[in-house]
């Protein structure tokens, strides 16, 4: 998931233009607040997943993160890397009923009854909207002030 901004203002291309050789307001305003955005999200995720997953894996590897500088900033929520867990979009998005096959240690042939889509990705971006967008505007009136400023 991702979050973009966007800039509305009559002098919008010498605006980003003028961004692109002054990365510092950009990084002064939207730094800070997509740092927030992004812990809104992952809190509100977090707030969802109110299941027990068989290894715990789900809830202790969920992460956030905000990279880049300038108007390149970028805030990512979510699970990546060599941690992730596997079982987190079967949990997110449920499952069809299935034949898992003979377990040996149980000396049975076992068939999944399915799970049900647990949406709590989806359900706690939503959440999260409204602060997100809050943040997002604040920083886009502060940079647009500051570049009045400078010109």
Do not use: C
Not at 109 to 121: E, Q, R, S, W, Y
Not at 125 to 146: C, F, G, Q, R, Y
Request: without cysteine; glycine residues 10%; proline residues 5%.
């Amino acid at each position: 998931m991702s979050y973009g901004i966007t800039l509305h203002a009559v002098d919008l291309d010498w605006q980003i233009t003028l961004l692109e050789f002054e990365p510092q307001i950009a990084n002064k305003h939207l730094q800070p607040a997509m740092t927030r955005a992004v812990h809104a999200v992952k809190t509100a995720i977090g707030s969802r997943m109110t299941f027990r997953d068989r290894t715990g894996e789900a809830r202790s590897t969920l992460m956030s993160k905000v990279s880049g500088q300038g108007m390149r900033i970028k805030g990512r929520v979510g699970w990546w890397g060599d941690g992730m867990p596997w079982h987190v979009n079967v949990l997110e998005y449920g499952t069809a009923p299935h034949f898992i096959g003979f377990v040996p240690a149980l000396g049975v042939t076992v068939d999944h009854p399915g799970l049900p889509a647990m949406k709590f990705v989806e359900g706690g971006a939503a959440e999260a909207s409204p602060e997100v967008l809050v943040e997002m505007e604040i920083a886009a009136v502060n940079i647009t002030n500051d570049l009045a400023v400078k010109g």
